[in-house]
């Protein structure tokens, strides 16, 4: 799998591109500080695995999937669509009771989609913020792509 060029804007494509978390360091681990917040992904997914359990397919956004030199943290969608009952539990918890302690100890912004929620994360990402395309003088139509990690 191969993640497309970003746009002249410094987007990937509209949509979700299917890639794994090797084309994803290949591709937006260019600098330390990108390679650091990588390497945090990685220990939140060993410890997401090792300590709860959960292995679920997963979108990477923000500006970390995009081509700014120094995005703050990986905006991390945990898509619970097809988890068991278990597993959903311990997501939503997680959701509700260790989202900052996450955000700080591993710089990932942890989100979750599920398609009775009401709000479908994976096509909100596809915006872009009203004030970077004030800033940038981009056109208010203007969309990016996520990255769906395929495991």
């Given at each position: 799998?191969s993640?497309p060029?970003?746009?002249?804007d410094g987007?990937l ?6 890639c ?10 260019g600098?330390p500080?990108?390679a650091?917040?990588?390497r ?6 060993q410890?997401l695995?090792r300590?709860?359990?959960i292995?679920?397919?997963?979108y ?5 999937a995009t081509g700014?030199?120094?995005?703050s943290?990986?905006?991390?969608i ?7 009952t278990?597993?959903?539990a311990?997501?939503?918890s ?9 955000k700080?100890?591993f710089?990932?912004?942890?989100l979750l989609y ?6 479908d994360?994976r096509?909100?990402f596809q915006?872009?913020r009203?004030e ?6 981009l056109?208010?139509e203007?969309r990016?792509?996520i990255?769906?990690?395929?495991l």
């Amino acid at each position: 799998m191969s993640i497309p060029a970003l746009t002249t804007d410094g987007f990937l494509p509209v949509g979700a591109h299917d890639c794994t978390l090797d084309d994803v360091e290949a591709e937006f681990a260019g600098n330390p500080h990108r390679a650091q917040l990588l390497r945090n992904l990685r220990l939140f997914l060993q410890w997401l695995s090792r300590v709860h359990a959960i292995e679920l397919t997963y979108y990477v956004d923000g500006s970390y999937a995009t081509g700014k030199a120094h995005p703050s943290d990986i905006d991390f969608i945990l898509d619970i669509s097809h988890a068991t009952t278990a597993q959903i539990a311990v997501a939503l918890s997680l959701y509700a009771h260790q989202r900052p302690q996450i955000k700080n100890d591993f710089h990932v912004d942890f989100l979750l989609y599920h398609p009775g929620g009401g709000n479908d994360l994976r096509q909100y990402f596809q915006y872009v913020r009203t004030e970077e395309l004030h800033s940038r003088k981009l056109p208010l139509e203007t969309r990016k792509g996520i990255l769906r990690i395929v495991l």
